[in-house]
Structures are given as C-alpha cells and as structure tokens.
C-alpha cells in the first residue's frame, strides 16, 4: 500500500511539475505547482512527517502561490501566450540544467545513507531543533526576510514631503 | 474493515449535519433579519406532506417557512445553467467546487462530542489538527481569486482581487490569535484542546485569553465574509463582488461555502474557547446518554454563536475597505503578537497549568 501511494505522488508530482512548465496559460501553470506541492505533501505524510505536510500546504499553496496568482491576474500576461521559441535559450537551459543535475546525482552518490531514527512527535522535535541545535541558522533567515520586507516598503513607499 | 465502515458512517453523519445546518441556517438569517428589521420574512412554504385530489397541499410548518430551503434547493437545480460567453469555461467550473470543498474538509478534524459507544466523535484526530485547519481553510481563496479572474470581466475581477487580500490578511490574525491557547494546552491537536478544557475551565475565562477571543471572532467574521467585514459583495461598488456572472447552482454554491465557512468558523471557536462539547456538572464520561448530552451541548453552543454571526450582520454597518486594512494590520495583527508575549509571560509566571 505505502509503495503504491509513494509511486502515485512521486508521479503525480512530476508530471504536474511538467505541466507547470508546459502549460501556456500562466494561471494554470500556478495551479498545476499547487498540485504538484499537493502531492509533495502526500509524500511528506507517508514519511510520517505531517507537520512538514501541512506547512507545506499551509505556506506555499495556501499563500505564496495565492500571491503568485495576484500578481499574474494584475499584470494581465496574455502576451505570454505567443511565445517564440529561442534555440539559444533553450540550449543554455539544457547545459545549466543539466550540470545541475550532474552535481546533484554526484553528491546523493558519494553520500552515505542517513541511518533513520524515528522521530516521535513530529512537532515537538522539529520545534526543539529549531530552537537548539539549528538557532542561528533559523535566526538569521528571519532576519533574512525581515531585511526584505523593509526592503519591499521602503521601495513601494510614496515620497511625502 | 468494520473500523472502515464506521468512519464512513461518521463522514456520512458529519456531511449530512453540516449541509443540513447550512440549508436552515440560511432560513434562520432570514428570519431573524425580518424580525431585526421589524418585517415578516418567509412565512409561506411548508414542507409538503400529502398532495390532495383537487391539487392544494397538506403542508407542515409553513407558518415558520419550514419547506423554503428545500424548494431553493429546487429552484437553484432546476433554473438554466447558463454560462457566459466571455468566460474562462474551465476555471469558471472549477471555482464554486474550490470554494465549497476547504469548507466542508475542515470538519475532519473537529470534535463534536466525547463518545458514543466507545467511538470517538471525531472523523479524524490527526497530531497537528490546528495547522490542518489553517493549512485547509486557506486554501478557500483559490475559489474566490478563481471565480473572479474567470469571469473575464471588471466587477468580478476586482471584488475577487479584494476579496482575496481581505482573506490573507485576515488569515495571519486568526492564526496568530489561537497560538496562545495552544502555548497554554501544549498540544496541538484538538481533542486534547478540549481534554485542557475539561480538566480547568474554559479557556475563554482566563482574562488573558479575551484578547485573543475577540480577535479570533473579528477575524472569523471577515474570513467567512460576513459582515461588517463583507467588502467582497460591496453591491453599490462592486455590483456585487466575484459572482456576479454567477447563476443557478454554480451561484448557490458560493452562498453555501459562505454559510459552511461560517458553521466551521463557529464550530472551531466552540473548540477552542468555549469548551468544545464539555459543560460543567456534565459528567466527562459515561454511556450512551452522557455521549448523546455531549453532542447536543456542542451543537446548542454552535447554535448559539451561529445566532451571533446572524445578529451582528444585521446590526453592524460595513466596513471601508481602507479600514478593514488599517484594523487587520495594524490594530489585530500588532496585538496578536503582543498576547503571545503576554501568555508567555502567564506561563512563565505559573498561573496556568
């Protein structure tokens, strides 16, 4: 059953990952990464990590990609809909790419299998760590964002003399 | 398999209650309005009984209009299905099942009484039951963002766009309001919230939990649309918001998830603040009655403040929107976090435990 499941997401989520990529209409593409993240949860579940499942959903499909929407719907791209095709882009994509996923394959291979202790607890445990071992690293991506938010208001702020 | 078939059986039960409610509770409203308004409101439709010989009906109930939700069941089915010409047909399907579904799936994981029979009454007691609300409830705007940019017209568009923005907003209040609750039960999932509740008292008697009870209800209120928060459907700026190109069934749906939304709205706050199924001097276990007692508790409190939502919108004028912002980000969302420094400092202190 956990096998069956674990091939339907993993699949699901890759061909609606292509879709996201293929689809010409830039609001379908946004609604095809929601169900690709949809079944990255499911993923998450089988992995018995349900806090990541539904933070997963909770942040990303429930408010970055909305903002995603927001921002397509207001800019109107119906240009995006006759697009040309580049060969020069196109084979450039392909090198990055696939150097990427060179060095991808090369560093999972030389990794040694993490020996899997089960957590207890998801939250809790995940809440520990946040706030032990992984504090500076946790502290400086709030601080991270916090920088980028006073970035975003001071660049959108009308001058008011 | 016959633990299969059980859950089935309460999915089943918890579907056919919260559509019910949701059917009657649009007759409530307009009841109650008639009376606020000094007015009558339905009073003819029966729910038909028997259909005599020369044609005219043995109806019951028809003073209190108790047939009027069935027969707008029957009108919004059986009117034309008409879909405009200018519209995204895809999406234009899609939005009133988007906005209808996060509605119905949050009652997976509510607690609507204790037990029954050794069954516990709940479809699913998942660990992290509050972040599925959220995470679910969010994703009620896809339905409406959806339904507006579909509709390829003006009105729609922007009632959808602000309707949108009032519900992310609102989304950070809510959730920033419960963490002190669950700062104080330490758990998250919603059965033990309401163990908490019936071990101490109700968490909305503790002084330092009305804050967080009035911004949970405030935010409630312009989650589910309601007013004074009903800026989505601003008839005399929006000609009526994102369903404008909306008719027949597709139509009724959106005025059903508002209604869901309300009664999962509701349904929540009893969990959290108000005790859940749990009333003092009402045994915690027991038989068949004791479960019974318990589930009649948690819907009379539901009654009760679905009653509020209905009395508040009839009173209440609408908010401007530039105030509905301002109220959202600077007053609720400001406060919210300061009450969790507060109870923090509470738990610190040692008065809860």
């Known amino acids: 059953m956990q096998d069956q499941l ?9 061909l609606s990952g292509v879709l996201v990529v293929l689809g010409r209409n830039p609001v ?26 539904i933070i997963q959903i909770l942040v990303y499909a429930g408010a970055v990609i909305v903002l995603f929407l927001f921002v397509i719907m207001l800019l109107d791209l119906k240009t995006e809909n006759v697009r040309q095709f580049k060969r020069f882009g196109a084979g450039g994509a392909l090198l990055v790419a696939g150097a990427l996923a060179w060095k991808l394959a090369s560093v999972v291979m030389a990794m040694p299998a993490a020996d899997a202790k089960p957590v207890v607890g998801t939250t809790e445990a995940m809440g520990k760590l946040l706030f032990t071992q992984y504090l500076l690293p946790f502290e400086v991506t709030s601080v991270l964002l916090l920088i980028a938010m006073v970035g975003v208001v001071s660049l959108s702020r009308k001058e008011t003399k | 398999m016959e633990a299969i078939l059980i859950d089935f059986f309460k ?8 559509l019910f409610i949701c059917a009657y509770i649009v007759l409530v409203e307009r009841r109650v309005c008639a009376f606020i308004q000094d007015r009558l409101g339905p009073n003819r439709v029966g729910i038909p009984l028997w ?17 009027q939700p069935l027969m707008d069941a029957f009108k919004s089915l059986l009117k034309e299905d008409y879909v405009p010409a200018h519209v995204n047909k895809l999406y234009f399907w899609l939005a009133p099942m988007l906005a209808m579904f996060p509605a119905l799936v949050v009652f997976a994981v509510i607690p609507f009484g204790s037990q029954l029979g050794g069954v516990p009454m709940i479809v699913a007691d998942v660990n992290v039951g509050i972040l599925f609300v959220f995470a679910v409830a969010s994703l009620g705007v896809y339905g409406i963002v959806l339904a507006g940019w579909s509709s390829n017209s003006k009105y729609p568009f922007l009632g959808g766009i602000r309707s949108s923005a009032q519900l992310i907003s609102y989304e950070i209040c809510l959730g920033l309001s419960v963490i002190p609750l669950f700062m104080q039960v330490e758990s998250l999932k919603l059965t033990s919230v309401v163990a908490w509740q019936t071990n101490h008292l109700w968490l909305i008697c503790y002084p330092w939990n009305w804050l967080p009870g009035l911004i949970y209800l405030a935010s ?32 009724a749906m959106f005025f059903m998830a508002e209604y869901t939304n309300m009664i999962a709205a509701s349904a929540l706050m009893v969990t959290l603040f108000l005790g859940g199924w749990s009333l003092p001097f009402v045994p915690v276990t027991g038989g068949v009655v004791v479960g019974l007692a318990h589930i009649c508790i948690f819907l009379a409190k539901l009654f009760a403040l679905l009653f509020f939502f209905i009395w508040v919108r009839w009173t209440l004028p609408r908010f401007r929107y530039d105030q509905l912002m301002e109220l959202g980000w600077k007053v609720f969302l400001p406060l919210a976090l300061a009450n969790v420094l507060i109870v923090a400092g509470v738990i610190m202190v040692g008065w809860v435990k």
Do not use: H
């Open chain 1, 6 to 14: 674990f091939w339907f997401f993993s699949i699901a989520m890759l």
């Open chain 1, 28 to 53: 379908t593409s946004a609604l095809f990464l929601v169900l690709s993240l949809f079944f990255m949860a499911g993923l998450f579940v089988l992995l018995e990590a349900y806090f990541l499942a």
């Open chain 2, 11 to 18: 999915i089943a039960c918890v579907m056919g209650v919260v």
């Open chain 2, 51 to 67: 259909i005599r010989k020369d044609g005219s009906a043995i109806t019951l109930g028809g003073k209190w209009a108790l047939g």
């Open chain 2, 220 to 251: 409630s209120f312009a989650e589910t649309n309601r007013l004074p928060f009903d800026l989505p459907e601003a008839e005399q700026e929006l000609a009526g918001g994102y369903n404008v190109e909306y008719g027949s069934m597709k139509f």
